[in-house]
Structure formats: structure tokens, C-alpha cells
């Protein structure tokens, strides 16, 4: 942590209270039927997708699921062409073709959300396997849950990754739950990060909820594979604390235990008490930020509502080259 | 002009695709060390390095998926599906991600990648391995589907699929990898989405493509001595449909034959023909005829197996009976 410069930490703040801001906004505006289709959040994840891409640079790429925002926002895409895109306008990142469960921004290496759970594996493989080919030092982050990690692909892409040293990085972030099925009820082992054994890669365990943990052992697996020394399997132990997805009546656990978690665990107030711990960070530089989100969050707003939809004749448009 | 196999006709697309392109790279399975199973990749490692001819692990659904990543990252991929029967193994990398990637992010990527995919029956190679499944693929907006009959529409195709930066599918059917034909030397680009009329004629059209346009061919001599003069299409392409050919043909010709290896319910024929009853009945002098395979696998004993294989004479009459 000493080595810590004050921008990251900044970062750190900036990009887990824009993500929660975001999607709380999200969360208001799809309950008051404002927004079509699923929407699926990463409150209380924050640290992973922020701690893992403060390592990254916008010729990195990333690979994202259904539950997408917080990775997106982390690889550093702008909050009003998200906001755009989620109220199916045509300012959006996809033109209103995608949503929630598509976004993409491919200039800063976001090659897209997925709406298959464990869809992201083999594309981040072969994006990884384009830098290796072009002999660039650029590496690919995958992101996906403790339900992909049963999937086919999981076993498929991480193998070939690590069969030809690819520089990519898969990252777990098991937040218990595969849709409304618990962990322990699907999965036999205790860690995902276990099965990095059977691919001859390293794997680790990290607590997803403290970004500095997270930001730590994603830069030497970064490091690891920039230098060519292949992939790396991260499990970053979490929690999730919305429904599967927005308007889930969570029938399936109690209001006690999510209570718990937020009370005990959130990664938000768990970098506060570290950056004040270690004087890292003053209250009032933390209030100027919250103030700076809150103000983008809302102009981001004003843009999704007063942006037009797609106009009829754009429904062929993108099919073809 | 000189003549050169099937086979020797898409080695030739790719080498000189990969001369002209260094971002082109292809991977599949038993491609470098073995120079493919049907022995199309011969000679390829050696040009251009095991790097950009790539054995991959036996996993169908990684090999596509990475090549959609690659195509994603800056590069254009070509992709052998060892058999086109296992493209049901990577389907989901097919046609959720391949074919809408471009789409859904509102077209922020192209997509060029092509799968190659031997398909059709050869040898008694039975069910999981002689399918002709391209009418799967012609359902799914954002793909283009590409299938050659001879040597020079091979190269052709092949080098014009390449050259594409949306994803093509390019089926090729194992029994014409030893077919000799004339090729051009050099650049030989088949347009995507062009029809031939292989043979003009005014009495029927029929329309086919893959191994069974040179049956139709056969049929055609054959018709011709019987004073039949039949319109001959090679569609080449099967997505997007040239129906612009298809119906100049009909409004001269006013019937309509469709002849493919493929499982008949369902098929490319169903398609041709539903775009003809809905756009072309005022024309149409008889009943469209569709000749395909019965909705059946493909079994594997030879006394079986010839039962599902469209043979010349099965043309010939289906013909007569539309043109009596």
C-alpha cells in the first residue's frame, strides 16, 4: 500500500462511489418503469472491477458480463453514454441496440458486456491471443461470477490461455450466487481459485471487497502477463447484494443477510475507514468527489431523458459492414 | 487455363490471402502438423510459421470464441471447424456472439472471421459426420454463408470471405476436396451474394449448389438430350439469397426446382421456394419441386446410406415429371 500513489486512490473513491451512484440511479428510475428491459447490479462489488482495472490501460481489454456497469465504468467509459444506452436511446454507446446487458466502448478496450452467463471467456482468450500475435504488450481481463464458473467455456478458454501463455486474466468474482441458486449448493469445491491447478496457472484468493487487496493481486498477475508469463486465475470472495436482477423478489434469502453484509462489509465504507486510517485521503477530498458524481450522475440523466430514441430506418443499420 | 483440385484451390486462396495480409492468421484442429484432415492446410506451416497456423486443443466452442476475441482485437481470423457437424459444439460463440457482436454495440467492431466448415456425406461417415446443416445458418441475421461447387468459385469464395469484414461461414463439401477443375491464377474474387447461371435454358430452373450443382449439371446434359432445356443456377451464396437471379430465371422459365444434399424439411429450398409462392406465383406454370434428403440422420451402412443421396437420375425425372 505505501507504494500507492495519491491518483490511484483517488481512483479507487472515484470510480466505486460512481458505480454505486450510477446504479442507484439506475435502480429509481427502472422501478419507476422508466427503463426497458433487465437491468442486473453490482452494488456492493465495487472494489473488483475497480481495484482489477486501475491496472489496466485503455489498450487492455476487458470482458464483461450481464451484470456489466461497474467494469465499464471502471475500463473507463463515460456515465452518459451508459445512461443513454440503458434508456434505449440512440446517444447511446450501442445506438440503443444493446442495453444493460450489451454495452460496450471499444476505445477504451471494453469489448462489450455479455448476456450469456460465461460467454466472456473465449473472446478475452482470443483477444489475448491478437496481442500475442501482433507482439504487443497489451493484456485481457475476463470477468465472470461463481454460475459462469461451471460453464463449458470456463474450462475450455482458460486452458487454451493457458496452453499457449496467453496474456489474460480471469477473474472470479464468486458472490455467492448463480442467478437465486446458492454456491455451496451448485459447487463442490470451496474455491474457485482451486481449480487453477488442474490448468497450471497460478490461482488466488482475494477479498473482493477491499480494493487495495484487489488492486495488489491484480497488478502481479497483470504484471505476469504483460511480461508473457501467461494467465492468471483470480477469485475475489464477494457478496452480491441486489437481487439477481432489479424487481428479484429474493425469495431465496433473507433481508437479515444482506443487511448484515452491508453493514459489516461494504467495500465503499472499507476504503473510507483504510484512506482515513492511513491518511491516504481527507473527508472533505472524499465529499468534493461525492459532490463531482453526484453532478455527473444527474447531467448524465438529463442526457438519457432528453436524447431521442433510434429513428425506424436505423433498424438495419450495423447489421453489415 | 491450368487445373488444380478443390483442395488445391483453397490452399491457394490462403496463401496468397496471408502473402497480402499479415493480420490473417487460421487455427483449428490437426491443421499444421497433420495439413488438415482432408490434407487442404498442406504446405501452410511451412510458409507461414506455427504461430499463424495453429493447432488448437479439440475444443470447438474456445476455437471459435477466440476467434471472434481475435477478430475483436484487430485481427482476421480463419477458423477450421474440422467438421461442419461440430459447429453445433460452438454454436452458442455462432450465432450469439459472432453474428450479433457487431449489432448490438452499434456497430463499434467489424467482424471478420470465417469458419471453415467440410460438411456433406463422403465414405459412410454417418451421422455426426456427413451433415449438410448450412440452412441452420441462413436463419441467423448478420452472418453471411458462403458454398462453393467447383475449384475456382473455392478460391474465389474463399479469398472474397477473407476479404469481408463481417463473419462468413464457408462450407465446403468433403467429397469435392479432390474435384479437378480450372482455377485462375493470382486474384480470382467470386463476389458474396452473386448468383451464376451456369446454363442458360427456357423450359425450368434449377436451382442448387455444393457438391449437388454438378450433379444438376450431369442432369442438365442429360434433360438436353431429351429436348428439355433447363435454366442452371449455382447459388454460391446462400446468405444473402441472390433472388434477384433466381426470379429473372423464373419469369422466363415459369418453374422452379430447388436440389440440395441437405435434409429437405426446412432447408434452403423451403426458403427459395416460400420467396417464389409469396413474390413469383402469377408466374409459375407448375408446382415448386424441392429435391433434398428424407428427414432422416445419415445412416452409416452403405445399403442405407444411398437412400438419402440425391443421384443424377432422381434430377432427370423430377424434371421431366415438372416439364410433362
Known sequence: MDKLNSKVVKYFYTTMVRIRKFEETINEYFLKGEIPGFVHLYIGEEAIGTGVCANLLDTDFITSTHRGHGHTIAKGAKVKYMMAEIFGKKTGYCKGKGGSMHIADFSVGMLGANGVVGGGYTLATGAALASKLQNKDNVSVCFFSDGASNRGTFHEAINMAAAWKLPAIFVCENNQWASTTPYRTTTAIENIADRAIGYGIPGVIVDGNDVFEVYKEAEKAVDRARSGGGPTLIEAKTYRIKGHFVGDPEMYRTKEEVKKVMEENDPIVRFKEKATEKGLMTEKEMQEIDKKIEKEISEALKFASESPSPEPEELYQDLYV | MREITFSEATLEAMKEEMERDEKIFIMGEDIARQGGIFGQFRGLP??????????????????????????????????????ADF???????????????????????????????????????????????????????????????????????????????????????????????????????????????????????????????????????????????????????????????????????????????????????????????EEMLDYLDAPIKRLGAPFVPVPFSPALEKFVKIQTDDIVQAAEELCR
Open chain 2, 46 to 83: 511451412q510458409l507461414f510459421g506455427t504461430e499463424r497456423v495453429r493447432d488448437t486443443p479439440i475444443t470447438e466452442t474456445a476455437i471459435v470464441g477466440a476467434g471472434v476475441g481475435a477478430a475483436m482485437a484487430g485481427m482476421r481470423p480463419v477458423v477450421d471447424m474440422h467438421f
Open chain 2, 87 to 277: 459447429l453445433g459444439v460452438a454454436m452458442d460463440e455462432v450465432f450469439n456472439q459472432m453474428a450479433k457482436i457487431r449489432y448490438m454495440f452499434g456497430g463499434q467492431t467489424t467482424m471478420p472471421l470465417v469458419l471453415r466448415a467440410p460438411d456433406g456425406i463422403i465414405r459412410s461417415a454417418a451421422a455426426q459426420h456427413s451433415q449438410s446443416i448450412e440452412a441452420w445458418f441462413l436463419h441467423i441475421p448478420g452472418l453471411k454463408v458462403v458454398i462453393p461447387s467447383n475449384p475456382a468459385d473455392a478460391k474465389g469464395l474463399l479469398k472474397s470471405a477473407i476479404r469481408d469484414d463481417n463473419p462468413v461461414l464457408y462450407f465446403e463439401h468433403k467429397a469435392l476436396f479432390p474435384m479437378k477443375g480450372e482455377v485462375p491464377e493470382g486474384e480470382h474474387l467470386v463476389p458474396i451474394g452473386k448468383a451464376d447461371v451456369v446454363k442458360e435454358g427456357t423450359d425450368l430452373t434449377i436451382v442448387s449448389y455444393s457438391l449437388m450443382m454438378n450433379r444438376v449439371k450431369e442432369a442438365g446434359k442429360i434433360l438436353e438430350g431429351k429436348g428439355i432445356k433447363a435454366e442452371l443456377i449455382d447459388l454460391r451464396t446462400i446468405s444473402p439469397l441472390d433472388k434477384e437471379t433466381v426470379f429473372e430465371s423464373l419469369a422466363k422459365t415459369k418453374k422452379l426446382m430447388i436440389v440440395h444434399e441437405a435434409v429437405k424439411t426446412g432447408g434452403v429450398g423451403a426458403e427459395i421456394a416460400a420467396m417464389a409462392a
